[in-house]
């Protein structure tokens, strides 16, 4: 991920909204960018305004520190520069005409780790059912190397907890309803045909160096 920091802009998208039709509607995708991305960017420059001395900080630095910020502003970081992070990762986990299963490193790991791709997105489509609320699912490799099925609550970030993240699934209803109304299944198919492989690749040979 591109490190940026304050004022911090919109993400742009890789793709049209309506690039990933029919798995993900073009609808969802310009209001899930365009407002909730964006709400969450603007909230995090105003939460920043009043500390110049954080203006030089990304995302990322953020986000692993929001313990030693001023106590005012933990809850505005975790929860914005979490949005903002959070749906970065999520929005470049997919593309137009995606899916492949894995190749390389990523491959191997994921082998032994879950004893094959298959075998993973079935463990993953089975946690993302489980999560309660709004909330993400993500596939993160912790400070050992290994690979882990995590799930993180409302806008919390993995990297906050020393996780390397790889791929993210957005769970929070936005998501999905005006497809899928209440039917998570759905979504969580339709969001494995769109997987970008290679930015989950490029993240993991990236976590390991
Ligand atoms: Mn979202």
Not at 21 to 48: G, Q
Not at 80 to 86: E, S
Request: glycine share 6%; proline share 5%.
């Amino acid at each position: 991920m591109k490190k940026q920091c304050y004022p911090f802009r919109l993400f742009k998208l890789p793709y049209a909204f309506d690039a990933l039709e029919p798995n993900i509607d073009a609808l969802t995708m310009e209001l899930h960018h365009d407002r909730h991305l964006k709400a969450y960017t603007d909230k995090l420059n105003a939460a920043l305004k009043p500390f110049p001395e954080l203006h030089c900080w990304s995302l990322e630095r953020l986000l692993c520190n929001i313990n030693s910020l001023p106590v005012k502003l933990r809850n505005d970081i975790r929860n914005n520069a979490g949005g903002v992070y959070n749906h970065i990762y999520y929005f470049s986990c997919m593309k137009p005409n995606g899916g492949e299963s894995p190749g390389g490193s990523l491959a191997e790991k994921i082998d032994q780790c879950f004893g094959g791709w298959e075998h993973f997105k079935s463990k993953f489509k089975e946690n993302a059912l489980e999560v309660f609320g709004s909330g993400y699912l993500w596939l993160v490799t912790d400070r050992r190397g290994y690979l882990k099925i995590l799930c993180s609550n409302n806008q919390d970030s993995p990297v906050s907890r020393g996780f390397c993240p790889i791929i993210t699934l957005d769970l929070w209803e936005h998501a999905y309803y005006l497809k899928h109304y209440n039917a998570r299944s759905g979504y969580i198919d339709n969001w494995f045909n769109v997987l970008n492989t290679e930015f989950a690749e490029e993240n993991y040979c990236q976590s390991r160096a």
